[in-house]
């Protein structure tokens, strides 16, 4: 089955850290650039990042810059997000997703979404 | 940053309605707009991407169009299973950005 379990969410102080990691399954992982996508209690959606196929090329929201960082085992077919010095509005349900890509780096759209993993950051 | 900004961001409707939404983006984004349907506690779902291009599986009664910064995503018949949130999507530019949402409902 063509499928993405989120794991690693949980309940941290602000200051804090927390791995999330996404198990790939049913498909070429290596194929695929892959994200993740939050959303806050009760909010929109909101792109967190992307990784390239290979890992060479990474991007981020402003707003995580320098304190998440996205990163893939091919080998292990999974996807992770490193996320540091976390703070009250990191509080989401956070997405894995597959990025398909049409034409150009621009022409390309999530086809494929876990089913998320709720981070909370409260002291 | 390209600001995406959804109209309506509520909608009551009744099943058999047409419905439109609307998605503006704050600079032209040629056709690389995409639309999720999402319930709640569930994750979104991929329904129309490049503007007009349905997803495989949804059904044809959805429909988008547009073009540089003003497009639209319509439900031609509404079914019980349509009411849900949409968002659309930019992605000619990083950041990557999603309308606010436009939540509807069954009147």
């Known amino acids: 089955e063509v499928q993405l379990v989120e794991s690693g969410g949980g309940l941290v102080q602000p200051g804090g850290s927390l791995r999330l990691s996404c198990a790939a399954s049913g498909f070429t992982f290596s194929s695929f650039w892959m994200g993740w996508v939050r959303q806050a209690p009760g909010k929109g959606l909101e792109w967190v990042a992307n990784i390239k196929e290979d890992g060479s090329e990474r991007y981020y929201v402003d707003s995580v810059k320098g304190r998440f960082t996205i990163s893939r085992d091919n080998a292990d077919r999974s996807l992770s997000l490193q996320m540091n010095s976390l703070r009250a509005d990191d509080t989401a349900v956070y997405y894995c997703?597959?990025?398909?890509?049409?034409?150009?780096?621009?022409?390309?759209?999530?086809?494929?979404w876990g089913r998320g993993t709720l981070v909370t950051v409260s002291s | 940053d390209i600001q995406m900004t959804q109209s309506p961001s509520s909608l009551s409707a009744s099943i058999g309605d047409r419905v439109t939404i609307t998605c503006r983006a704050s600079?032209?984004?040629?056709?690389?707009l995409n639309w999720y349907q999402q319930k709640p506690g569930k994750a979104p779902k991929l329904l129309i991407y490049a503007t007009s291009s349905l997803q495989s599986g949804v059904p044809s009664r959805f429909s988008g169009s547009g073009s540089m910064t003003d497009f639209t995503l319509s439900i031609s018949s509404l079914q019980p299973e349509d009411f849900a949130t949409y968002y659309c999507?930019?992605?000619?530019?990083?950041?990557?950005?999603f309308g606010q949402g436009t939540r509807l409902e069954i009147k």
């Open positions: 600079q032209s984004i040629r056709s690389y």
């Open positions: 997703a597959r990025v398909h890509i049409l034409t150009t780096i621009s022409d390309w759209n999530f086809d494929l």
């Open positions: 999507q930019q992605t000619y530019s990083v950041p990557i950005t």
